[in-house]
């Protein structure tokens, strides 16, 4: 049984990985169909989401930032409709300390944040960062958002955005998990997402997909986001509603080779998969 620490909650699935569910409460996510609210939400926890990350802002390429009140505008009353009915681990993805907090406060367990904790979004586009896109993030840490993290009993999602491969995201991560740790946070709430599609090659995005148990040699569960990329669309001459199959496809190569969880927008394609990897492993 594979188990987890989420938040003051304790995950544990039988199947090889946890499913998170992707309710985008945005106008202008990439794909049209993780748009939703309230219904999404529930429709995903009906499919056997394990997780459901909840996104006021898009993050796709050449998005429009939002204000922190409309951000929380989204997000705040889908949570706390969810609460009301379930107590399924909660995920909010923002890199707004304001954010999660009114996130924490209606009912949220975990921070997922695309900076990790550093505040700086696509470091690469930045003129400080470096050439693998790290030195901008590295140098920006939010002491305030991980002391909250601490305090709060909430878990961590640290993410890498930027052209890197294995070598520079792990040592990029694993300096911000000790930056974490340094402020309190306890290992078990520190989980590390490689950044597919974040401004990388094809050949780094599958380097990582079938390396994560590489990085921070594999001290920190792995979260993949590969639903629907366009590493999926590379691979598959595809276009974004055309990428299911793909998507099963990597998400399965990345469990096998180690990820505990992987971050989707078909919830119960994605549990019938690691359904038949289960008996058949």
């Known amino acids: 049984m594979l188990q987890l620490k989420l938040g003051k909650k304790h995950a544990a699935t039988e199947r090889p990985a946890f499913v998170m569910g992707i309710v985008n409460a945005t106008p202008d996510s990439f794909y049209s169909e993780s748009r939703g609210g309230v219904e999404r939400a529930f429709q995903l926890i009906k499919e056997g989401a394990d997780i459901l990350d909840i996104g006021g802002e898009s993050t796709r390429p050449g998005y429009i930032p939002v204000s922190v009140e409309e951000e929380i505008g989204r997000v705040i009353p889908i949570i706390e409709a969810v609460r009301r009915e379930s107590s399924i681990p909660i995920s909010v993805d923002t890199n707004k300390l304001d954010v999660f907090k009114a996130a924490f406060a209606a009912g949220a367990d975990i921070w997922n944040d695309i900076t990790a904790l550093s505040g700086v979004a696509r470091p690469e586009r930045n003129e400080s960062a470096s050439s693998d896109g790290t030195a901008a993030a590295a140098t920006e840490p ?22 890197a491969g294995i070598k520079e995201v792990s040592e990029f991560l694993g300096q911000r998990a000790v930056f974490c740790l340094a402020n309190g946070v306890a290992s078990d709430k520190i989980i590390l997402d490689p950044g597919i599609g974040f401004d990388k090659t094809l050949e780094q995005n599958l380097e990582l997909i079938r390396e994560p148990l590489s990085i921070c040699s594999g001290r920190y569960p792995v979260l993949m986001a590969l639903s629907r990329k366009r590493c999926i669309g590379d691979m598959t001459g595809r276009p974004t509603e055309e990428r299911l199959a793909g998507t099963l496809a990597a998400d399965l190569i990345s469990v096998q080779k180690g990820a505990k969880i992987i971050r989707v927008h078909d919830v119960s394609s994605a549990i019938d998969t690691l359904n038949v990897m289960k008996f058949l492993r």
């Open 142 to 163: 939010s002491k305030e958002s991980a002391v909250f993290i601490a305090k709060s009993g909430v878990s961590v999602i640290l993410m890498h955005t930027g052209a």
